[in-house]
């Protein structure tokens, strides 16, 4: 199984990809922490040729479990998925969530990614590119975006699964968890 987990940012992908990959005895990967280098330097931004191989060196992998979807790699991982899953929760879920984790993430202080040194504070709120704003300004999109690729032929391979509400990520996992034993 080669599973990517997509959806808009704080709908909750990394987490449902670590629960996939633990139930399923696969490897995780998170395209936030392939990206994300110390100092909050984005690789995709600063040296995209060696983002993309890392992305290459993950996906050309016989089984994995991707979580994210940056718009220039996409296209590569669902290529080569055999599952979709789009979290396709409603604004209010999804806005709860990123600013509950922010709100965390601000007080623990805890390092996002081991070895980066990157971690979150209350002033980044504020600043345009932040999670919770990105989040709003970026919700409608992303709905665009995801349903018009899911009707894209170029990846009517893989098996599509649109989640529009949390309470349906638990199923899913016992039934692809179901599938892998049965296979």
Request: aromatic share 10%; charged share 25%; glycine share 6%.
């Amino acid at each position: 199984m080669r599973i990517t987990v997509v959806g808009t940012t704080g709908s909750g992908k990394t987490t449902l990809a670590g629960r996939l990959a633990g139930a399923l005895d696969l490897p995780h990967f998170e395209l936030d922490a392939i990206n994300w280098q110390p100092g909050w330097i984005s690789l995709n931004d600063t040296d995209q040729p060696e983002f993309i191989r890392r992305i290459e060196a993950a996906i050309s992998q016989p089984a994995w479990v991707m979580a994210g979807g940056y718009s220039n790699v996409r296209d590569r991982i669902w290529s080569r998925a055999t599952h979709v899953i789009w979290l396709d929760y409603s604004r209010p879920v999804v806005m709860r969530r990123v600013i509950w984790r922010s709100v965390i993430r601000a007080i623990d202080r805890k390092e996002l990614w081991p070895g980066t040194g990157n971690r979150e504070s209350a002033a980044m709120w504020f600043r345009r590119d932040h999670p919770i704003r990105w989040a709003w300004d970026t919700y409608h999109r992303r709905q665009r975006e995801f349903t018009a690729r899911m009707e894209d032929s170029r990846f009517a391979h893989a098996q599509i699964f649109r989640l529009t509400h949390p309470d349906q990520a638990e199923p899913l996992v016992a039934e692809l968890a179901q599938a892998r034993t049965a296979a």
